[in-house]
């Protein structure tokens, strides 16, 4: 059953944060990150991805209880991004063979590594590259510049071998092979404003009444964000453990006997659960306020009358384009 939408709240020491809180103490109790072998014969490169993306979320928590702490937890719907994605990555790599998710991984990471090393020399120049930074002389076009179109044609080939568009998987096409793609569409709008310059997102921290002021900092929309943070936060983290969970043990993740079962899913999440889901774009961001008692009933029977009318529609419709055309 899906969880009942529940409007933020107002209060500072919010329900929502003490259940993150507890979340995420049982999560450090019950599920213990350790390090992983270094062979480098043969490097595991998924077993690395996944147990930094499995710390990062830890980390990336238990910072966004402190900034609640702080009063600044609205700030956190920056994080929101990294977990959807590490996510989506998580359940796609789960999804290949080792040697499959080793050579994307080790592409990808060579052809970021490279780019970054050739930007930071375009940007300071090869004489602070070895002065300052003690990188030998012509070491970025001996390392990086003369083998750059390797790795484009390493990425090339496998792109064909699993369809992306670009030089790299987009996330959009992540969310696709993982059936994560509403989500994702979903969470997108919020967590990419919380990263990059929107102007959307300029208008939505603004608020005020026609002749008074206008303030970027409203209270309630600011705690508003931050729940939403909180409640997003549990979810993203807890479907990459379950994403991840065949794989889990490769990546030195020992997960107790019984973590995975419905009694202790209720034990874990059924205090976040209770406290419902945080919508994503609020009401009073139209101007809209509550309607009289009873008229969301009414509303809500319209609705599903109309639901119910386009599936008899959309049932009746056996012809395609070239039976309306005869």
């Not at 507890?22 to 595991?44: K, Q």
């Not at 063979?97 to 052809?111: D, I, K, P, V």
């Not at 790795?151 to 090339?156: A, G, P």
């Amino acid at each position: 059953m899906e969880d009942e939408i529940s409007p933020a709240t107002n209060d500072s020491s919010s329900p929502r944060l003490q259940a993150l809180r507890t979340f995420s103490a049982r999560m450090c109790t019950e599920i213990r990150l350790g390090p992983l072998v270094w062979d480098e014969s043969d490097p595991d490169l998924r077993a690395l991805t996944i147990n930094n993306c499995v710390r990062r979320q830890r980390d990336a928590i238990e910072g966004a209880i402190a900034l609640g702490d702080a009063r600044q937890a609205h700030l956190a719907v920056a994080f929101v991004r990294a977990f959807l994605e590490e996510r989506m990555w998580a359940i796609f790599l789960a999804s290949m063979t080792h040697s499959e998710a080793n050579a994307l991984l080790l592409a990808m990471g060579l052809w970021d590594a490279q780019r970054a090393l050739i930007a930071q020399r375009d940007y300071i120049g090869n004489l602070d590259m070895t002065l300052h930074l003690w990188f030998p002389p012509g070491f970025v076009d001996a390392h990086a510049a003369a083998t750059l179109d390797d790795r484009k044609t390493e990425l090339r080939q496998l792109r064909d071998r699993w369809g992306w568009q670009g030089a790299l998987p987009s996330p959009k096409w992540v969310a696709e092979q993982t059936s994560l793609l509403k989500e994702y569409e979903y969470l997108h709008s919020a967590t990419s404003r919380a990263l990059h310059f929107s102007a959307g997102e300029v208008l939505r921290r603004g608020w005020g009444t026609p002749g008074g002021f206008l303030v970027t900092d409203k209270r309630e929309f600011r705690e508003h964000l931050a729940e939403f943070a909180y409640d997003q936060l549990w979810r993203q983290h807890l479907g990459t453990i379950v994403g991840a969970a065949d794989i889990l043990g490769d990546a030195a993740i020992s997960v107790p006997d019984g973590f995975f079962s419905e009694e202790n899913r209720i034990k874990l999440i059924s205090e976040l659960q209770n406290l419902g889901r945080v919508p994503l774009v609020h009401a009073h961001e139209w101007n809209l306020t509550p309607p009289p008692p009873g008229t969301r009933i009414a509303w809500a029977a319209v609705m599903l009358a109309q639901s119910a009318d386009a599936g008899l529609d959309e049932a009746s419709d056996t012809g395609g384009p070239a039976s309306q055309a005869t």
